[in-house]
């Protein structure tokens, strides 16, 4: 087992005439020791995950009510998911947080060029979950409009009536509309309670989507810190430890939507 | 239990000014890298068991021309889904080397969690046992009353927005295009019998509502067209016949 011990690490010299910053960060005059600091940090940062976890239990209870009440308005809505991107952004999402998680293992050891490394792929991973949230599922929904490389395209080829942006984007007839409440406007629906379960579907995956948006900007930031001033090491990097209890979270939420959303029959 | 007193530190520490390291210091653990490969590798595994089941569920329902219960769907989802959590929040957030107060904090957030789904539970399956007819939801009509689109000067639509979307598209392009735009967009990946009546349909007493508004998926008066013999495409199996009383 390896642990740290703050002793071992006393007031280094500037490398590369860098500000050496990990080193010389100091507790507040108001902790006796830079580790009750730490603790009082994680701790804070658990209760406001509670919290977190509290506005997404209002998510799940009502999904709860509306599926016991309109069993059928859901899994037909469902059957318009396509599990596969679903499997793919939960694979996503358990890379990346195996990443942050890699990425503070490496900041606890000094490990500064892999860190950074691994907090890159976190960014980027999360990018890709976006990326195909609102390239695949997002905009052909709301829209109709497909980007031209969707692998769902060819089974619409004969109702493509348009397209955008020299042949990027094609429009396939009657397809989009499966928007929440009043803003739905699909046509083909089979139960008359369908616009429930797009309101559902909508508010989980974009309140989601959402934190995965802030914890992606909280990731940058830390990067951020790493690049200019060597922020985290040995003695400290609760910043990069709270943003990884943030994005774990967001992968841990994801983690039982993807099977209320995508695996219902 | 006693507590030690601080002793002199020999050397000045900066990040324990006062000497206070017996009370509060203590070591940060570090998760080997192993380890953190090894509970990924499990999640991966998780994720394919689940997405497996699902897939299994469905085979056997397709092949047996049995419905399984619903709870089968969600108790296995949602078992698999808790193991996959909790090894996240024992290696990946580190509630298992951490100060065990934060694991108290999540499991008393659980808790509320617990007791707020439990007491919405308990309403939802008990509503008909005084009154059989508050089983099932009692207002009619789908979501209906709202506006025809997001904008401020849209009409307001005095009908489920399903029905009213569906007429204005028939209206639009006719009955036989409907159907053929209907049999390519309806249910692309899978091939599972939808259900014939819906589940506005399955309810109880509905006061208020057009009988049989939603019991077949196009409207009786458009299928007059469709050649004589063929059923429609979601033909109602079994329809529940309308209660005489109104």
């Known amino acids: ?265 | 239990m006693s507590t030690p007193h601080a002793a002199a530190p020999e050397v000045f520490d900066e990040l324990d000014p006062h000497g206070m390291g017996a009370y509060t210091k203590h070591s940060h653990h570090i998760v080997s890298g192993m380890t953190l490969i090894s509970i990924l590798m499990i999640l991966l595994g998780f994720t394919a068991v689940t997405v497996g089941a699902a897939q299994v569920e469905k085979w056997i329902e397709a092949s047996l021309h049995y419905e399984l219960p619903r709870w089968v769907n969600v108790l296995v989802a949602m078992s698999i889904a808790t193991v996959k959590a909790t090894l996240v929040l024992m290696f990946f957030m580190l509630l298992r080397y951490s100060n065990p107060i934060n694991t108290v904090v999540f499991l008393f957030c659980l808790l509320a969690f617990a007791l707020f789904l439990f007491f919405t539970l308990l309403d939802l399956s008990t509503r008909g046992m005084i009154n059989p007819i508050k089983a099932h939801q009692v207002e009619a009509g789908g979501i209906g009353g709202i506006r025809a689109g997001w904008r401020a000067d849209a009409p307001i639509i005095n009908q489920a927005p399903v029905v009213f979307w569906r007429e204005r598209k028939i209206a639009a392009v006719g009955i036989e295009r409907y159907n053929e735009l209907k049999n390519i967009l309806t249910h692309p990946h899978e091939h599972h019998a939808a259900a014939p009546v819906s589940s506005g349909n399955l309810s109880g007493n509905r006061p208020g509502i057009t009988p049989g508004l939603f019991e077949a998926a196009a409207p009786e008066a458009h299928d007059a067209h469709a050649p004589h013999g063929s059923a429609p495409a979601h033909a109602p199996a079994h329809a529940p016949a309308e209660p005489a009383k109104h």
Not at chain 1, 143 to 156: E, K, Q, R, T, V
Not at chain 1, 209 to 223: D, Q, R, S
Not at chain 1, 252 to 259: M, R
Request: proline fraction near 5%.
């Open chain 1, 1 to 265: 087992m390896t642990t740290l011990d703050t002793r071992s690490n006393p007031l280094g010299a500037d490398v590369h005439g860098q500000s050496p910053g990990w080193k010389k960060y100091l507790p507040g005059h108001h902790w006796r020791t830079a580790d009750e600091e730490f603790d009082a940090c994680t701790l804070g940062f658990w209760l406001f995950l509670a919290t977190e976890v509290l506005l997404f239990a209002g998510l799940f209870v009502g999904y709860t009510i509306l599926r016991y009440k309109f069993p059928q308005a859901f899994t037909n809505g469902s059957s318009y998911l396509d599990w596969r991107w679903g499997t793919l952004n939960t694979v996503v999402l358990l890379l990346s947080s195996y990443t942050m998680a890699a990425s503070i293992r490496a900041f606890q050891l000094d490990r500064q060029k892999q860190g950074k490394i691994l907090l890159s792929a976190t960014f980027i991973f999360g990018l890709v979950f976006l990326l195909i949230k609102f390239t695949f599922e997002y905009t052909p929904k709301l829209s109709g409009w497909f980007i031209a490389f969707d692998p769902a395209l060819p089974h619409y080829a004969a109702l493509v009536d348009g397209e955008a942006l020299w042949g990027l984007f094609k429009h396939v007839e009657g397809y989009g509309g499966k928007a929440p409440g009043q803003f739905f406007s699909y046509a083909f629906s089979e139960d008359p309670w369908e616009p429930l379960w797009w309101s559902i579907y909508y508010c989980a995956t974009g309140i989601h989507a959402l934190h995965v948006i802030i914890g992606m900007t909280l990731i940058a930031w830390c990067f951020r810190r790493a690049v200019l001033y060597k922020a985290y090491g040995p003695s400290h990097y609760t910043m990069v430890e709270n943003t990884g209890l943030y994005w774990h979270l967001v992968d841990l939420i994801w983690i039982f939507l993807f099977p209320l959303l995508y695996l219902i029959h």
